[in-house]
């Protein structure tokens, strides 16, 4: 899918981002909740930006343009933090994940648009808006979320015995999201929680605590 956002991203924030990352040669794109809250006209201050590149230089970068010292660098995960007038965004490279069986912390390698895509949790969360003026405003639609916004549907962008074994948190997630947005689980996406929910015991229970507040 590959249609036009460019009504919906007229904050200044995304204008200097595209500028910078066009400067740096490098493609950006806001990516995740906040343009799934934008198709369901859900108001949204928290925005991830991912770049296939350098992350946290392109942080700083438009940090000195915005002239705001309200960064935070996370080095060991690759991510920074930039505090804007009410928003907060955070920018991280493009990566690819894989887990051990032990843990939901995962090995993070370098990637594409496509390999950040695969490894979000579901398809309404996986969409993507591009930032670079050549394509600015179209989006990237690898999993049809678009569609599945519209008939309501919590589904997983690939295998949901992968997706809920590498992070059984995704399985609260799930219902989570079905509950604060009136969502229906796909069959076979809840299937996959019935067959995985033993793994949600390798998870915290402050993270665990923390699901069941938000449901």
Known sequence: MDISMKSY???PVFKVVGAVADEMDVRAY???GYVRDLFLHRPSK????VVIGDGITLAE???ARLKSNKISIFKTYGTAMLRYRDLEVEFVGARKESYTPESRNPIVETGNLSDDQNRRDFTINALAI????ESWGEILDPFGGAKHLEEQLIIT???PDITFSDDPLRMMRAIRFASQLGFHIDEETFKGIERN??????????????EINKI
């Open 157 to 159: 962008p690939t295998d």
């Open 61 to 63: 970068r438009v940090a």
């Open 130 to 133: 591009r930032l670079n003026k």
């Open 30 to 32: 806001v990516i995740g």
């Open 46 to 49: 928290d925005i991830d930006i």
């Open 9 to 11: 991203i007229d904050h």
């Open 197 to 210: 929910h033993e793994r949600i015991k390798i998870i915290t229970k402050e993270r665990i605590a923390e």
